[in-house]
């Protein structure tokens, strides 16, 4: 039923969406629907915990994929780079999530405890680059790499490009530069006290 549940959404968007649909496109009962969602919310909360769980499988995949490069720079591009195509992938989904469910209890708290795990998932693929990490307190400056990361995600969720500064930009050249961006901050050695 969750195929068929995001079957639906991709076509026709959250209004489409309801229990009737779901369970013809299933081809299944409205028993069997309510027993395992309980309702068109418990469908919702499903349908989050499945993108939550998509999204953090392909972020663990970024980082394998990022793991093996020898500089902080290459790593942090070859992250960013399955990471936005991710959030490219799943745009539809995260935009609904984000826009119209934002109030709903239970999803905002899958989605900060999800928003934890990648940032932990984040920190230690930098950490392993320590040694490029110049700032005396790296755990910080990663946290706030980590947030300014978030912010250019959510940014590719909420706006098309265009929208952002009325200069559109290919993904491949903006996640270059935001690459940059974050190396010369991790690289900096931070304020004098």
Do not use: C
């Amino acid at each position: 039923m969750l195929d068929a549940a995001e079957a639906v959404f991709a076509e026709g968007g959250a209004d489409a969406l309801t229990v009737d649909a779901v369970v013809k496109r299933a081809d299944g009962s409205m028993g069997n629907f309510y027993g395992r969602f309980g309702d068109r919310d418990g469908l919702l909360q499903a349908m989050h915990e499945r993108f939550l769980e998509r999204f953090g499988e392909a972020t663990q995949a970024a980082v394998a994929a990022a793991a093996g490069e020898k500089t902080l720079a290459g790593a942090i591009e070859v992250f960013l780079t399955r990471v936005v195509a991710t959030v490219h992938e799943h745009r539809n989904s995260a935009r609904f999530f984000v826009f119209h469910r934002s109030g709903d209890k239970a999803l905002r708290a899958q989605g900060i405890e999800a928003n934890a795990m990648f940032a932990a998932i984040f920190t230690s693929l930098v950490l392993r680059y320590r040694k490029e990490i110049a700032h005396p307190r790296p755990s910080t400056t990663v946290d706030v790499a980590w947030r300014l990361t978030f912010a250019a995600m959510v940014q590719q969720v909420m706006f098309d490009n265009q929208e952002v500064s009325g200069v559109p930009m290919a993904t491949k050249p903006l996640v270059r530069e935001i690459t940059r961006f974050l190396v010369a901050y991790l690289k900096s050695p931070g304020a004098k006290a």
